[in-house]
């Protein structure tokens, strides 16, 4: 910038009063015919034999004067897209090509006279501008800014807004006006990306030295790796443009590094600091006899939805931050530290079992799902580790509440099912599994404020239990007598039928299959023959390859030791 300014004081008045000398230009729109004409007269001039002092003095003012109205019209590059102002760029720009090839004929002929001003190296000039020119048109933004109405809450903030928003709009101007003013093998956009990404990086190097806080270290890692990358060197208008991987970061390694590191520790400790705080308002208002909420008739606790959310944005900001989505998990590890607290305040109140224990607890069941269902479907950061260990926090959480709701039907199972394969089991007179289920039909009208899907789960989680528990039953008492084997067969098919039935009534059609393990394990106690013992055994074994409760060597106990081989084992 300073170049051209000198030579517009050297020599606008000496152009002045040369104005008729025909190769001087009197408008810039002819920079490419003079600079062809002056290289005529350049070369015509040191060919002969011998050139006047006063010819060659005139040329070299000519040149100038050219080389002047070049950086002039280059350095007005930003500030008119007029049609006019477009085309003197144009031409100053095949001007810096026919400089450049008539440096290069003189290099290759040693043998004549050189011209002083030979080699011009124009386009190294014209380089050199272009840095200067980005360096002043950074600077001044941030000068505009201070008086601007920018509203950011920090001075940090304005100034990166400011030097990133003058970044984005001179690239657009470069891809969509100034680029078809070059030719293609000056790569002028990729040039002038190269200059404001040097220029940008030095301004906010000092700023991240500076030592910023965590909210303007936020904002630097922000701009450094989201919005700029993505935002700016990807716009629709510049991306596959620029070759952005010769770029590199905004920031150095070690001071990018620095950044995250001070980002992630205050994140942490903020993440912490309000999962503490939530757990503890919820558990003081337990404490204090609160009763949650109704919604919609059922009782709802805000606190998963309000975690998740917490979470979620966390994760959210942490990946326009940080580069390495690895490291993620230094955020989700604090949800597993959060859920180990929540069970564990959740198990010491019910042990003290307050009389709003019941209602908390059909609150918390739904808050299990909702933290269930994130963890297993939604969160994508969380490592398989540390999904294994919420899950498994996240299903002791549900036995705690499963429990408290449940215990009076579970004393009911073990007190009735004590009577199996006893005369007034076997006769029909004691209706065992009857009472059971009268028991649980009366649990099941308290839980009508729990919700649907809450409801659904324990009601299917109650079908397995009693199921368990009266199969359990059945292989410890087991029949004394063939006769009492065929009646027990008979009397588990009946019972059968009623647990189906109910079940299904209440809509829990994905434990029905419950039903068909009772009908097989009837059907083995019934058959007498030790050959289709063995085939209803493996048929038992394909129709219920997942079976954890009933391994196959207690339900040949269940029909008397009624087959085994000499080796004491079954055939499979």
């Not at 409801?455 to 239990?465: G, P, T």
Request: charged fraction near 25%; proline fraction near 3%.
């Amino acid at each position: 910038m300073k170049m051209w300014k000198n030579f517009r004081r050297e020599n606008l008045k000496q152009t002045e009063n040369e104005v008729d000398h025909k190769e001087v230009p009197q408008q810039q729109d002819q920079l490419e015919e003079v600079s062809k004409k002056l290289i005529m007269r350049e070369e015509q001039l040191f060919t002969q034999d011998f050139c006047s002092e006063e010819e060659e003095d005139q040329l070299l003012r000519d040149f100038e004067t050219l080389r002047l109205q070049i950086w002039m019209a280059v350095h007005s590059t930003f500030s008119s897209s007029s049609l006019s102002k477009l085309d003197i760029l144009r031409s100053a720009m095949v001007s810096i090509q026919q400089q450049e090839e008539q440096d290069q004929r003189w290099k290759e002929c040693p043998g004549n006279r050189v011209p002083m001003w030979r080699p011009q190296r124009c386009l190294s000039t014209h380089n050199t501008l272009l840095r200067n020119m980005v360096e002043a048109r950074l600077l001044k933004a941030t000068e505009e800014d201070e008086g601007g109405p920018n509203r950011l809450s920090s001075h940090l903030k304005r100034e990166v807004c400011s030097l990133g928003k003058r970044v984005k709009e001179d690239l657009l101007t470069v891809v969509r006006v100034v680029k078809d003013c070059y030719p293609p093998h000056m790569d002028i956009l990729n040039l002038y990306a190269r200059l404001y990404h040097c220029s940008f990086s030095a301004r906010l190097s000092r700023l991240a030295a500076s030592g910023p806080d965590p909210d303007d270290c936020m904002y630097l890692l922000f701009w450094t790796n989201r919005y700029y990358p993505d935002e700016i060197l990807k716009h629709e208008d510049l991306d596959g443009r620029i070759n952005t991987a010769c770029l590199g970061s905004l920031l150095q390694q070690d001071k990018l590094n620095q950044l995250e590191n001070q980002y992630l520790v205050h994140k942490q400790d903020k993440v912490k600091l309000w999962l503490n705080t939530a757990l503890k308002k919820e558990e003081e208002s337990w404490l204090n006899g609160g009763i949650p909420e109704l919604i919609d008739q059922y009782y709802f606790s805000p606190l998963a939805i309000n975690v998740i959310q917490m979470i979620d944005s966390t994760l959210a900001e942490f990946t326009c931050m940080i580069r390495d989505q690895r490291r993620a998990d230094s955020i989700t590890t604090h949800l597993k530290a959060f859920l180990d607290s929540y069970r564990l305040c959740l198990e010491a109140f019910v042990k003290l079992n307050p009389r709003n224990v019941r209602s908390v607890i059909k609150a918390h069941l739904v808050c299990e799902q909702q933290l269930r269902d994130y963890v297993t479907v939604q969160i994508g950061s969380v490592s398989e580790q540390q999904q294994r260990q919420c899950l498994n926090t996240l299903a002791a959480l549900w036995d705690c509440g499963f429990g408290c709701l449940t215990y009076p039907i579970h004393a009911q199972m073990k007190m009735s099912f004590r009577h199996l394969w006893k005369p007034i089991w076997m006769d029909g007179s004691l209706p065992v599994v009857d009472s059971v289920l009268d028991c649980l039909n009366q649990e099941l009208t308290d839980l009508t404020d729990l919700q649907p899907a809450c409801r659904q789960s324990l009601l299917s989680v109650l079908h397995q239990d009693l199921v368990l528990c009266y199969v359990k039953t059945i292989m410890k008492t087991g029949p004394k007598s063939k006769e009492q084997q065929v009646g027990g067969a008979q009397r588990m098919i009946e019972d059968t039928r009623k647990i189906n039935r109910f079940f299904a009534d209440e809509g829990c059609s994905e434990s029905l299959w419950l039903g068909e393990l009772l009908l097989c394990l009837a059907e083995i106690l019934r058959l007498q023959d030790p050959a289709s013992v063995q085939l209803e055994m493996v048929n038992l074994a394909r129709a219920f390859p997942d079976l954890r409760y009933v391994r196959q060597s207690e339900l040949a106990e269940v029909n008397g030791r009624w087959y085994r081989r000499k080796d004491n084992t079954l055939i499979e």
